[in-house]
C-alpha cells in the first residue's frame, strides 16, 4: 500500500514534469515563424558544443530563436512562477484561500505608471517599466503607511487600505485615459494593461528575471513560517512568531517580485489567484512543499497561455483575456465546490 | 517559575477592563480563572502573554519582566492553548502541532527530524498519535482542543496558559483535557492558568482559584478554601451554593435545584 502511493506521488511528478517539457518544446517550435524539431536541434546543439553532429541553423532562425523566443518564454515561466508564489504568499498571509497578490494596489499603481510614462514621460531613460515598478511599490507602501496608523494591526485592515489604494490609483488611470490621445497614447496603455509578453527581450529579462528569481527563492526558503502566518495572530505570536514583522517581510518580497513581473510585461490577471489551487491540490498545503508546486504550475500554466496567446490568431493576444476566460471560470467551480469548512482547499 | 502581576491596568482603547489585578501563579499549580464573561479572563490572559500592553502595573514571568522580552525568547517561556481553533487551510494535525517548535526553528529552517520525533511522542502522550496525518478541520472539536493541547505541549513552555479550553467539548472530553492538564503539571512541574465558566472543574482538578469581577480580583489563593459561598455568589451568580455529593465531593449548584 505504501510503496503504490510512493509511486503514484512520483507518477503525478513525472506527469507534470513530461507535460511542462512538452509545453516547453512545443512553445519553442510554434509560432509566426514555425521552429521543428530537427531545426531544435540544430539551434541547441551548438550552444552545448555538439555542433559537429548537425548543420547550423540559417541565421534569420537562430535571430527569431534566440533573440525573440527563448527570451520570451524565460520571462513567462520566470514571471508565472513568481506570481503564483507571491498568490500563494498572500493567500497564507491573509488567511483567505480567494486573495491575490495585487489586492495591496501593486498592480493598480503599476498600471498608473506606466500610463504615466506612457503619455508624459516617453523620453526618460526609465521608461514604462521603471515608471510601472515604482509607481507599483508606492502604491504598497502607501497602504502599509494608512495600515499603520490604524490601532488594529489585523491583516484584514491592510486588505481595506489595499482596496483604497486601488480605487485611488484606479481613478487616476480613468483620468489618464481619459485625457489621453486616442490614436496613439490610449491603444497603447489599454494594450499595456491587458499585458503581453511580446515586449519581452533580453534586455528586459536582464532586469526581471534576477528580482523574481532571488525573490521566489527566499519564499521558498522562509515557507515554513508561512504556516504559522496562517494561524491566528493570538497564536502566532505565542508560538514566537513576530507576525507583524514577518508579514511585512513577505510582503514586501511578494510586492517587489509582482511589481518587477508587472512592470517588464504588463497586468497579468488571476494567475496568482488560482493557480495557488492548482498547486494545493498537487502538493497539498505545507508551504514548503507548496511554494516549489506552486512555481513549477505557474511557469508551465503561464507558458501554455503565452503559447496560445501569440499562436491562435494572426494578431497577438494580450495575455489577461486569455488567462481571465480560463481562471475566472475556474474560480467559479471552486466556489461550488468550496467545502462546508469554508475551505475551497481540495487536498 | 511563577508568574507574578503588581498593579496590573489594562484594556482596549480607553476602556480599562482589568483594574490594579496583583496575584501570584506559582510553579507546579493548576490555577483556575473564573467569573463572568466580561470579567476580564482572557484580557488577563492576553496580558501575561503580553499580546496587549499593561497601562499600570508589572508581569514577571520567572522573575524576568515581559514587556521587554521578544516574542521569540517569550513563547519559551509562555504557551498558549487557544479556544476551539479553526484553520483557514487544510494542514495534517502533525503539521499543526509542528508549529509549536517554531521558537527552535530558525526562520529559514523547517523542523528537523528530531522535532518531528519529538512532536509524535508528544501526540502520543495526549493520546492523538492515530490522529496525526488526518486534516486538522475534520476533526472533532474534542480532538481539535487535544490537538491544540499537544501543540503547546510541544512548544514546551514552562508557563501554560489555557483560554477556556472546555467551552467546545461534551462532559466527558472536559474531564478528560483536565486530567490530561492535571498530569502534565504534576509531571513536569508546568505553571498552568485556566479560566473556566465551569466552578465544578475548578473544585475537582485545580490547586488554586482566582475569582474576577468587573476587573477587580474577589479572591485568590487555594481552590478548595476561596471557592465558598460568598466569593461564588459574588463572582459568578447570586443563586449559587456548594453542596456536597452523597461520596462528599464538593460541587456548586444553583441554590433552587438544591433546596428542592
Known sequence: MKATEIIMKNLLVILCAAAFLLALLASLSLGRYPIGLTDLARLVLPQLGLGGYVAPAPVEMQMVFWNIRVPRILMSIAVGSGISIAGVVFQALFRNPLAAPDILGVTAGSCFGAALSIMFFTRLALGVQGFAFIFGVFAVSIAYVIAARSWDRSASVLVITGIVVSAVFQAGLSILMYLADPYDQLTKIVFWIMGSFHVASWAKAQVTLPVVVIGSVLLGMFGWRLNIMTQSEEEALSMGVDVFRWRMFYVVISTLIVASSVAAVGAISWVGLIVPHIARYLAGTEHRRLIPAAAFVGGGFLLVMDTVARTVSASEIPISIITSLIGAPFLGYLVMRRRRNGCVDVG | ?260
Not at chain 2, 490594579?20 to 484580557?43: F, M, P, W, Y
Not at chain 2, 490522529?131 to 503547546?152: D, I
Not at chain 2, 459574588?234 to 456548586?252: K, Q
Open chain 2, 1 to 260: 517559575m511563577s508568574v507574578e502581576i503588581a498593579g496590573l491596568t489594562a484594556g482596549y482603547g480607553d476602556v480599562p477592563v482589568l483594574h490594579d489585578v496583583s496575584l501570584e501563579i506559582r510553579q507546579g499549580r493548576i490555577c483556575a480563572l473564573i467569573g463572568h464573561n466580561g470579567s476580564g479572563k482572557t484580557t488577563l490572559m492576553r496580558c501575561i502573554n503580553g499580546l496587549i500592553k499593561a497601562w499600570k502595573g508589572m508581569i514577571r514571568v520567572a522573575g524576568r519582566d515581559i514587556s521587554l522580552m521578544r516574542r521569540n525568547d517569550m513563547a519559551r517561556l509562555i504557551s498558549l492553548v487557544p479556544q476551539g481553533g479553526h484553520s483557514p487551510f487544510q494542514f495534517s494535525s502533525l503539521e499543526i502541532v509542528l508549529m509549536g517548535g517554531a521558537s527552535r526553528v530558525k526562520p529559514w529552517a523547517s523542523p528537523c527530524a528530531s522535532e518531528r520525533r519529538l512532536a509524535m511522542e508528544v501526540c502520543r502522550e495526549v493520546g492523538v498519535e492515530g490522529l496525526a496525518a488526518t486534516p486538522f478541520n475534520n476533526l472533532s472539536g474534542g480532538q481539535k482542543q487535544l490537538v491544540m493541547l499537544a501543540r503547546a505541549l510541544f512548544q514546551n513552555a514552562p508557563v501554560m496558559l489555557l483560554d477556556e479550553p472546555n467551552s467546545h467539548l461534551d462532559f466527558s472530553n472536559q474531564h478528560r483535557t483536565m486530567g490530561l492538564m492535571r498530569r502534565f503539571v504534576k509531571e513536569r512541574g508546568v505553571t498552568a492558568l485556566i479560566s473556566l465558566h465551569d466552578p465544578n472543574l475548578a473544585l475537582s482538578y485545580a490547586d488554586d482559584a482566582v475569582m474576577l469581577r468587573q476587573g477587580r480580583v474577589v479572591a485568590a489563593g487555594p481552590a478548595g478554601e476561596v471557592m465558598d459561598d460568598a466569593h461564588l455568589r459574588e463572582a459568578i451568580g447570586s443563586n449559587l451554593m456548594l453542596d456536597r455529593t452523597l461520596s462528599g465531593a464538593r460541587v456548586v449548584v444553583p441554590r433552587d435545584v438544591a433546596v428542592k
